[in-house]
C-alpha cells in the first residue's frame, strides 16, 4: 500500500535575518520524506535553507521504495523581503533660547517605522521631537518584516542650547 499523500506541518518564509525558508513535513511513520518530487529522500521531516522557489513533496515507503506518494499541492518559498531605502532627514530642528530642546523628523516612506537610536526602540511616526542635544542614528525598518532594517548613511546632531546673552 503507497504511503498517505504528504501534508505541510509548517512553512517558514525567508526573512531579512534568515535570506532561507524551511519546510516541516507532517510526521508519518515507514516514511521518507522529498521536496524535489522524489528525486533525493532523507529520513527526516525538516528541510530547511531552502531557497526561494517551488517544491514538489513526495514521500515513498522504507519498506518498498517503489510505492511513493507525492502530496496534493506544491510549497512556494517567497523571495527574501527587500530591505527598506536608507531613511533621510526632511528637516532638523535646533533648540533655541526658548525651545531647549530639539526635532528630527524623517522623510516619510511607506511600510516602515523609525528610529533615533539605531534600531533599540522604533515607532510609527516620522517625527521626534523635545531631542536633548547629541548624535542620532537614524534606521528605518519593514512593518511586514521587523529584521529587515535599513540605517542611515550618516548621523544627525541636535545641538547644544545656545547660552542667553548676560
Given at each position: 500500500?503507497?504511503?498517505?499523500?504528504?501534508?505541510?506541518?509548517?512553512?517558514?518564509?525567508?526573512?531579512?535575518?534568515?535570506?532561507?525558508?524551511?519546510?516541516?513535513?507532517?510526521?508519518?511513520?515507514?516514511?521518507?520524506?522529498?521536496?524535489?518530487?522524489?528525486?533525493?529522500?532523507?529520513?527526516?521531516?525538516?528541510?530547511?535553507?531552502?531557497?526561494?522557489?517551488?517544491?514538489?513533496?513526495?514521500?515513498r515507503?522504507?519498506?518498498?521504495?517503489?510505492?511513493?506518494?507525492?502530496?496534493?499541492?506544491?510549497?512556494?518559498?517567497?523571495?527574501?523581503?527587500?530591505?527598506?531605502?536608507?531613511?533621510?532627514?526632511?528637516?532638523?530642528?535646533?533648540?533655541?533660547?526658548?525651545?531647549?530642546?530639539?526635532?528630527?523628523v524623517?522623510?516619510?516612506?511607506?511600510?516602515?517605522?523609525?528610529?533615533?537610536?539605531?534600531?533599540?526602540?522604533?515607532?510609527?511616526?516620522?517625527?521626534?521631537?523635545?531631542?536633548?542635544?547629541?548624535?542620532?542614528?537614524?534606521?528605518?525598518?519593514?512593518?511586514a518584516?521587523?529584521t529587515?532594517?535599513?540605517?542611515?548613511?550618516?548621523?544627525?546632531?541636535?545641538?547644544?542650547?545656545?547660552?542667553?546673552?548676560?
Amino acid at each position: 500500500t503507497p504511503p498517505t499523500a504528504p501534508t505541510v506541518a509548517s512553512t517558514t518564509q525567508p526573512t531579512c535575518d534568515v535570506p532561507t525558508g524551511t519546510i516541516v513535513f507532517t510526521a508519518q511513520a515507514g516514511v521518507e520524506y522529498s521536496i524535489n518530487n522524489g528525486t533525493s529522500y532523507q529520513a527526516g521531516a525538516t528541510f530547511a535553507g531552502l531557497a526561494p522557489g517551488t517544491y514538489i513533496l513526495r514521500v515513498r515507503s522504507i519498506a518498498d521504495n517503489t510505492c511513493s506518494t507525492p502530496a496534493g499541492a506544491t510549497v512556494t518559498i517567497n523571495a527574501v523581503p527587500t530591505p527598506p531605502t536608507a531613511p533621510t532627514v526632511a528637516s532638523t530642528t535646533q533648540p533655541t533660547c526658548a525651545v531647549p530642546t530639539g526635532t528630527i523628523v524623517f522623510t516619510a516612506q511607506a511600510g516602515v517605522e523609525y528610529s533615533i537610536n539605531n534600531g533599540t526602540t522604533y515607532q510609527a511616526g516620522a517625527t521626534f521631537a523635545g531631542l536633548a542635544p547629541g548624535s542620532y542614528t537614524l534606521r528605518v525598518r519593514s512593518i511586514a518584516d521587523n529584521t529587515c532594517s535599513t540605517p542611515a548613511g550618516a548621523t544627525v546632531t541636535i545641538n547644544a542650547v545656545p547660552t542667553p546673552p548676560t
